[in-house]
């Protein structure tokens, strides 16, 4: 393994422990994470693998196979940490004097920039391994939040639970239903292969700078709509058009993403479970046409992914992720495959846009240990 012999090359010693955790799409229940909702999201074969050793000092050394310098980065103090190793020492700081140091080598494939979740990856087999090391006894669910607390309250930005929990609990071949209030979750079988269909990554290879700031500002709006409703979070909204008819503008729109979401996520799962995974594609269109015009957090890339996605036969196709670029899936039948890529890659042409990249779907287990 390469990260094996990366982590002996820079630290002259064998790594205590090896773990993978892998990326993620969302197949449907977009923004409904931190409203304390529905989501259905599975791993991708894409994620980080991490070589970690324990150390008896403070100190961290960080070495990435995919970093540009192939000297570790040594880091003293946790204030120090910049860039991707805040990722990982976020995780050793939410840790405490549970751990002191760490020598880490980690080695990613997650497509960067596709909005596949390759920062929980690296958070949750990190966390994955030290968790082992040190004995720690968490569940794959106690992993999954100190990854987010790791990204919210190190890295600062204020995700759900949905890309950690998927990182860490999904199952080959399902996708994890999640209920994000609970945390209690289910694997719900996906295997569309036996339908002939598949699930199509469109890659826009765009993201747009304003993303981080934008999701900020929607989970703002859903806190301040759920105190004027007086609820601890849309999830409780129980009656929406009683709830449309108390709020204005934008909130109006956010809760009415929110709720119906929520709603596809627990239809799509009705339906996987009765067989019938072609039917999931009117809900995929409609969960994309929600966020693009209620939760508006679409951009023009996704949109014309989707349309011709759709406009090329595909079944059915959305934005996956927090939006403003990234990727889209599309639910495909296996024979029209082609068919549904050369549509998207002939609208990318038309636009001048750089062409969009097409990858597999195939659901992967979640975060293990490769020793
Ligand atoms: C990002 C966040 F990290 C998730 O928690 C989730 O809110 C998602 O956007 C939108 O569904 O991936």
Redesign the pocket.
């Known amino acids: 393994m390469r990260v094996v012999e990366a982590f002996r090359a820079a630290f002259g010693a064998e790594p205590a422990t090896v773990w993978r955790a892998p990326g993620r799409v969302?197949l449907i229940?977009?923004?409904?994470?931190?409203n304390d909702g529905f989501?259905l999201p599975f791993a991708v074969p894409w994620g980080v693998t991490a070589a970690v050793s324990p150390r008896d000092d403070q100190t961290i050394r960080l070495l990435s196979l995919q970093a540009s310098s192939p000297e570790p980065v040594v880091l003293a103090a946790r204030d120090d940490a910049r860039g991707w190793t805040r990722y990982v020492v976020g995780v050793l700081a939410m840790l405490g004097d549970r751990v002191r140091g760490a020598d880490i080598a980690v080695d990613g494939d997650v497509p960067q920039g596709a909005?596949l979740?390759s920062s929980?990856a690296l958070e949750v087999s990190v966390a994955s391994a030290l968790n082992e090391l040190h004995g720690l006894g968490m569940s794959p669910m106690e992993v999954a939040l100190l990854g987010?607390r790791a990204?919210n309250d190190f890295v600062g930005?204020p995700?759900?639970?949905?890309?950690q929990a998927a990182s860490a609990l999904c199952r080959e071949g399902h996708a994890l239903f999640l209920d994000c209030r609970t945390l209690g979750s289910r694997n719900v079988p996906l295997d569309l292969a036996a339908h002939g269909l598949r699930i199509l990554i469109i890659d826009t290879r765009v993201h747009h700078e304003h993303a981080g700031g934008e999701?900020a500002k929607r989970r703002a709006e859903c806190e301040s709509a759920a105190r004027a409703l007086g609820v601890d979070a849309l999830r409780d909204v129980t009656d929406l058009g009683a709830a449309l008819a108390r709020l204005r503008g934008e909130e109006r729109k956010r809760v009415e993403h929110v709720v119906t979401e929520s709603h596809r996520v627990e239809a799509v799962v009705g339906l996987l479970r009765a067989g019938r995974p072609a039917e999931i594609g009117a809900l995929l269109n409609a969960s994309h046409l929600s966020l693009r015009d209620k939760y508006e957090v679409s951009s023009p890339e996704l949109d014309v992914a989707v349309e011709a996605a759709v406009r090329g036969g595909a079944r059915g196709a959305r934005m996956t992720?927090?939006?403003f670029g990234g990727s889209a899936i599309a639910l495909v039948a296996e024979d029209r495959l082609d068919t549904v890529r050369q549509a998207v890659s002939s609208a990318y042409e038309e636009r001048s846009w750089q062409p969009p990249r097409f990858l597999p779907a195939t659901p992967a287990p979640g975060a293990h240990p490769l020793t």
């Open positions: 969302n229940g977009e923004h409904t994470d931190y989501v909005g979740s929980a987010q990204e930005m995700c759900g639970i949905m890309d999701y992720g927090g939006g």
